[in-house]
Nanobody, 119 residues
Framework: QVQLVESGGGLVQAGGSLRLSCAFS????????MAWFRQVPGKEREFVAG????????SYADSVKGRFTISRDNGKNLMYLQMNSLKLEDTAVYYC????????????WGQGTQVTVSS
């Protein structure tokens, strides 16, 4: 059974940086596409960034392009989200997600980590 555990969230001032980590366990990490999503109360969960199995291909929501960087370390079963130039509107619960390469939908989720950006 896949388990995902996020860490690294917290309170940061606007313009600052945070790095989120996601620890993956239970299956073979490099068989999974990975992604970060985020959600604020009253809104749907939204895609932030995704990375393929080899880490050679990434994708980003327009709202975070140029500020956030997704990466993974297949040797350590870890995924990261480096968040720079944080804005108030980046405040959300951030979730790590995984899907095996044969599925189109993300079907494994972490518990989430809160990121709060203050003015």
């Amino acid at each position: 059974q896949v388990q995902l555990v996020e860490s690294g969230g917290g309170l940061v001032q606007a313009g600052g940086s945070l790095r989120l980590s996601c620890a993956f366990s239970g299956r073979i990490f490099n068989m999974y596409y990975m992604a970060w999503f985020r959600q604020v109360p009253g809104k749907e969960r939204e895609f932030v960034a995704g990375i393929n199995r080899s880490a050679l291909s990434t994708s980003y929501a327009d709202s975070v392009k140029g500020r956030f960087t997704i990466s993974r370390d297949n040797g350590k079963n870890l995924m990261y989200l480096q968040m720079n130039s944080l804005k108030l509107e980046d405040t959300a619960v951030y979730y790590c997600a995984a899907r095996p390469y044969w599925r189109a939908e993300y079907d494994h989720w972490g518990q989430g980590t809160q990121v709060t950006v203050s003015s």
